[in-house]
C-alpha cells in the first residue's frame, strides 16, 4: 500500500483528510480510486490503514479501518551532519539517509567544501532536499518525515549537535557524538564505541566534504565532545561515508 503524511488535526471521527500535493498525486499519478486502501501516518508511532472513501480536485477522503503501530523507527534518534558536497550528491545523501533511517540531516558548511549557496540558491535547494526526504519516507514506510535544515556553518553544527536544548536532543541520555575520520586508526576502539550505543541515546554523525576536514576543524570536534572513528581501511567517498555509518548504525540499534 502507498504511504502518505498528515497533521493530527486532518484525522477526525475515524476519517483522514488528505489535502495539498498528494491529492494530486493521489488522483492523477496514482489514478486512485474509492475503495482503495493506504496507510497515512501523522509523524508519531501510530500508522492507519484507510480506504479512500471519496476524491475531489482539493481533497481525499477516507476511512480509518485499522490503527497499529509497527515500530519502524529506530530507538535512537539519529541525526546526520553532512558537509556540502559536489553536484546532486546532497540529493542521494539525503534519500539514503531517510531510507536508512536518520531522523534529520543538516548540511554543513566546512572549510573544504567547494559548493556555496547563496540565500536564494539555498532556499531552493532546501525546498528541493525536504521533498527528496518525503518521497523517500514515504517509499520506506517511515513514520515521520525526517527534516532536512538550512546549511549550518561548521561550528554552529558543532553546537547544534551536542546542545541538550536542540531539536536534535528529545531524550535525556547524553548524546553520543561521532566523526568518522580517515587518519583514525584502530576498528577495535570503533568497534568498542558504536557497541556502548544504547538504545534510546542520541546519536549525532558528522561527515566530511569530498577533501576531507581540516585537522583544525577535526580538534574543534573532539573538543566539542566529537569522537574520532573509523570507517576501515579505504578512503570512501562523502556520499558513501554516511551511508555506512548508518547502515551500522542501524544494525546495531534496531530491535525485534
Same mark, same amino acid.
Given at each position: 500500500?502507498?504511504?502518505?503524511?498528515?497533521?493530527?488535526?486532518?484525522?477526525?471521527?475515524?476519517?483522514?483528510?488528505?489535502?495539498?500535493?498528494?491529492v494530486?498525486h493521489?488522483?492523477?499519478?496514482?489514478? $486512485?480510486? +474509492?475503495?482503495?486502501?493506504i496507510?497515512?501516518?501523522?509523524g508519531?508511532?501510530?500508522?492507519?490503514?484507510?480506504?479512500?472513501?471519496m476524491?475531489?480536485?482539493?481533497?481525499?477522503?477516507?476511512?480509518?479501518?485499522? !490503527?497499529?503501530?509497527?515500530?519502524?523507527?529506530?530507538?535512537?534518534?539519529?541525526?546526520?551532519?553532512?558537509?556540502?558536497?559536489?553536484?546532486?550528491?546532497?540529493?542521494?545523501?539525503?534519500?539514503?539517509?531517510?531510507?536508512?533511517?536518520a531522523?534529520?540531516?543538516?548540511?554543513?558548511?566546512?572549510?573544504?567544501?567547494?559548493?556555496?549557496?547563496?540565500?536564494?540558491k539555498e532556499?531552493?535547494?532546501v525546498?528541493?532536499?525536504? !521533498?527528496?526526504?518525503?518521497? !523517500?519516507?514515504?517509499?520506506?514506510?517511515?513514520?515521520?518525515? +525526517?527534516?532536512?535544515?538550512?546549511?549550518?556553518a561548521?561550528?554552529?553544527?558543532?553546537?547544534?549537535?551536542h546542545?541538550?536544548?536542540?531539536?536534535?536532543?528529545?531524550?535525556t541520555?547524553?548524546? $553520543?557524538?561521532?566523526?568518522?575520520?580517515?587518519?583514525?586508526?584502530?576498528?577495535?576502539?570503533?568497534?568498542?564505541?558504536?557497541?556502548?550505543?544504547r538504545?534510546?541515546?542520541?546519536?549525532?554523525?558528522?561527515?566530511?566534504?569530498?577533501?576531507?576536514?581540516?585537522?583544525?576543524?577535526?580538534?574543534?570536534?573532539?573538543?566539542?565532545?566529537?569522537?574520532?572513528?573509523?570507517?576501515?581501511?579505504?578512503?570512501?567517498?562523502?556520499?558513501?561515508?554516511?551511508?555506512?555509518?548508518?547502515?551500522i548504525? $542501524?544494525?546495531?540499534?534496531?530491535?525485534?
Amino acid at each position: 500500500m502507498y504511504r502518505f503524511f498528515c497533521e493530527k488535526g486532518q484525522i477526525t471521527d475515524g476519517e483522514v483528510k488528505i489535502t495539498g500535493e498528494d491529492v494530486r498525486h493521489i488522483r492523477n499519478v496514482l489514478r $486512485m480510486r +474509492p475503495g482503495e486502501m493506504i496507510l497515512v501516518s501523522c509523524g508519531d508511532e501510530w500508522e492507519y490503514t484507510c480506504r479512500i472513501t471519496m476524491l475531489s480536485e482539493d481533497e481525499v477522503c477516507a476511512e480509518i479501518t485499522d !490503527a497499529q503501530k509497527p515500530g519502524k523507527e529506530l530507538p535512537s534518534r539519529i541525526t546526520l551532519l553532512q558537509c556540502l558536497p559536489k553536484g546532486d550528491k546532497m540529493e542521494t545523501v539525503i534519500q539514503k539517509a531517510v531510507e536508512l533511517g536518520a531522523a534529520e540531516i543538516v548540511p554543513v558548511s566546512s572549510a573544504r567544501c567547494v559548493v556555496k549557496l547563496d540565500a536564494k540558491k539555498e532556499a531552493a535547494r532546501v525546498r528541493r532536499w525536504n !521533498a527528496i526526504a518525503e518521497s !523517500a519516507a514515504k517509499q520506506a514506510k517511515r513514520m515521520i518525515i +525526517p527534516p532536512v535544515h538550512g546549511v549550518m556553518a561548521f561550528r554552529d553544527a558543532l553546537i547544534y549537535a551536542h546542545d541538550p536544548d536542540t531539536a536534535a536532543q528529545t531524550d535525556t541520555a547524553e548524546p $553520543m557524538l561521532l566523526i568518522p575520520y580517515e587518519n583514525e586508526e584502530g576498528m577495535g576502539a570503533t568497534k568498542r564505541l558504536l557497541s556502548s550505543i544504547r538504545p534510546g541515546q542520541p546519536v549525532a554523525v558528522l561527515i566530511g566534504p569530498e577533501g576531507g576536514f581540516e585537522e583544525a576543524e577535526v580538534q574543534a570536534a573532539a573538543e566539542a565532545g566529537f569522537h574520532p572513528i573509523t570507517l576501515g581501511k579505504r578512503i570512501l567517498r562523502t556520499e558513501t561515508a554516511g551511508m555506512t555509518a548508518l547502515s551500522i548504525l $542501524m544494525y546495531l540499534l534496531e530491535t525485534e
